[in-house]
């Protein structure tokens, strides 16, 4: 069993920043993608960005350059480092850890930007 932790969730100024952070724990296979996905009030959960075990990134348009996704393999974490945000990017966020056909996920940190 794999559990997922989220931190850094706020209320922040539109123009602001915000760093989330994702703590993996239990047993964790070395190959593994890990990525933000955002629920905004009334509408599906989408994806924001994603990176795998080697570094690879993948991002929604809508916050290109703007969101850096990271990780530490060592640490099994990963950051979400949100730059010029938007009221657009109001919602909750959930951390996702995918390894083979196993799918988990987090509880979810409100993010909500003012305008």
């Known amino acids: 069993q794999v559990q997922l932790v989220e931190s850094g969730g706020g209320l922040v100024q539109a123009g602001g920043s915000l760093r989330l952070t994702c703590a993996a724990s239990g047993r964790i296979f070395s190959i593994n993608t890990m990525g933000w996905f955002r629920q905004a009030p009334g509408k599906q959960r989408d994806l924001v960005a994603i990176?795998?075990?080697?570094?690879?990134?993948n991002y929604a348009d809508s916050v290109k350059g703007r969101f850096t996704i990271s990780r530490d393999n060592a640490k099994n974490t990963v950051y979400l480092q949100m730059d010029s945000l938007k009221s657009e990017d109001t919602g909750v966020y959930y951390c996702r850890l995918t390894t083979g056909l196993l799918t988990y996920w987090g509880q979810g940190t409100q993010v909500t930007v003012s305008s």
């Open positions: 990176i795998t075990d080697g570094g690879n990134t």
